[in-house]
């Protein structure tokens, strides 16, 4: 009996170079549909938010949504809002460097050289992110392997290399750069079938030279040249078959010609978006980030009818209305984009499975301050959409300021995997967060 693709594929006598290209592939899916697929995605938006237009006065399921919130209404029974978990790690850089650079590392950062606000110099962060944790996990496991493992996606992400850019850690000092062009995303996702165009480009060259030599051979190489024909026609229709069952769904069709410039987010992040919905419908990754900006990230939002850069207004005083509303927008906006993700999910049905791909997928949104003009690391928002974790959504939670180890704890736990400490062990000794499912 075959238990496995992995086994399936072993016996066919494909070499283990392939197994992570075809181990996923929908033409295989008579095999470990048992086991259920769950997904995690971390988007993240910079500046903190402002308090008054984002948290629920309400704790428990009868809560309402602020302004910066509205955008999840129709996703309210699947969000989860978790106040009063905090960023308690300490040590080298501004509040800006460690907010993002341990954000998802729970770990401090190195010192190093780089100079910011007015706090010590640092360096990249000592651990790896909590995606990167779950992304080894998962690939360690034959039936949950995917060809990518994980995918960092980002939009208007600044090309320099800093603190403040990085939040994705691979171990210690090995930050990740995400991909915030999506056509390079697509092509990284979609390019082997650029590949096989080139191919078979090859391929129909080859037959019209081996027609002109056929006329200028012995019989007895004339049919050595029919066997060679024929191999080739059989390859041309191996590659024409599977051009369209390789990723078993309609490739997206990405607007031409959108420039990397502030005024094309808006486009920019629907086109990831969409990249993303398709790569978790192919199972080409379980695991993925979403970073718009960077920490202290300055987009002017002229969309919004907002002109000035967005960590200058961060920095104003709570008794400037216009600045506070503007702020408003903005993060009402980036929740937009949260709510965008999650609707797309919601309408793609789970392949070989249940549902759709929202059930089995969670997205956590935040942030590397709780509070732009005060810097603060506590109350950094934590907003959870979707089912893949089977925490209990549609509610409103007041955490007491915990720490956020004991978040990526409890992810881990959900996934399956029993991790006593995460980053920094002085803030995991309480576990996992209790009252989430």
Not at 241 to 254: C, K, N, R, T, W
Request: proline share 5%; with cysteine; charged share 25%.
């Amino acid at each position: 009996m075959i238990n496995s693709r992995r086994d399936f594929l072993r016996r066919l006598g494909i070499g283990a170079g392939a197994l992570p290209f075809v181990l996923n592939l929908p033409s295989l899916c008579f095999a470990n549909q048992q086991a259920r697929k769950q997904r995690l995605v971390i988007i993240f938006s910079p500046n903190g938010v402002v308090p008054k237009t984002f948290w629920p006065d309400e704790e428990g399921e009868n809560f309402t949504l602020k302004e910066s919130l509205k955008p999840l209404a129709a996703m309210k029974d699947k969000t989860l809002i978790l106040h009063g978990v905090c960023d308690k790690v300490r040590g080298d850089g501004d509040n800006h460097m460690r907010g993002i650079g341990c954000l998802l590392t729970g770990a401090e950062l190195f010192p190093g050289n780089i100079q910011g606000g007015s706090d010590t110099p640092a360096g990249w962060a000592s651990g790896l992110s909590i995606d990167q944790e779950l992304k080894n996990f998962l690939q360690g496991k034959p039936e949950m392997h995917t060809r990518f493992g994980s995918l960092e996606f980002g939009v208007m992400v600044p090309d320099h290399a800093d603190t403040w850019t990085r939040m994705v850690y691979t171990g210690p000092n090995k930050p990740v750069a995400p991909i915030d062009n999506p056509y390079q995303m697509f092509q990284k996702l979609y390019g082997r079938m650029k590949d096989q165009e080139n191919l078979l480009s090859v391929l129909d060259d080859l037959q019209d030279d081996l027609k002109k030599i056929n006329a200028a051979v012995s019989a007895e190489d004339r049919q050595l040249l029919d066997e060679h024909t024929t191999l080739v026609r059989e390859m041309e229709q191996e590659l024409r078959q599977s051009d369209a069952a390789d990723v078993g769904h309609a490739v997206p069709q990405l607007e031409a010609g959108v420039k990397a410039e502030n005024d094309n987010m808006p486009q920019i992040s629907k086109m990831q978006i969409e990249l993303m919905v398709n790569s978790f419908a192919a199972d080409f990754s379980r695991v993925a980030t979403l970073q718009y900006t960077n920490s202290v990230g300055g987009a002017k939002m002229h969309w919004l009818g907002v002109d000035e850069g967005h960590h200058e207004l961060s920095h104003h005083e709570d008794s400037k209305t216009e600045s506070q509303e503007k702020l408003t927008r903005i993060n009402k906006w980036y929740c937009e984009q949260l709510a965008y993700l999650a609707k797309r999910l919601s309408e793609t049905p789970e392949p070989g499975g249940e549902g759709s791909l929202l059930d089995n997928t969670l997205i956590v949104w935040t942030n590397e301050l709780g509070k732009g003009n005060s810097h603060t690391l506590d109350n950094i928002p934590f907003v959870l959409v979707g089912g893949g974790l089977d925490f209990k959504m549609g509610r409103s939670l007041k955490c007491g300021k915990v720490a956020h180890n004991r978040l990526w704890l409890s992810l881990a736990e959900a996934f399956g995997h029993d991790l006593k400490r995460f980053g920094n062990p002085d803030f995991c000794g309480d576990g996992p967060l209790t009252g989430l499912t």
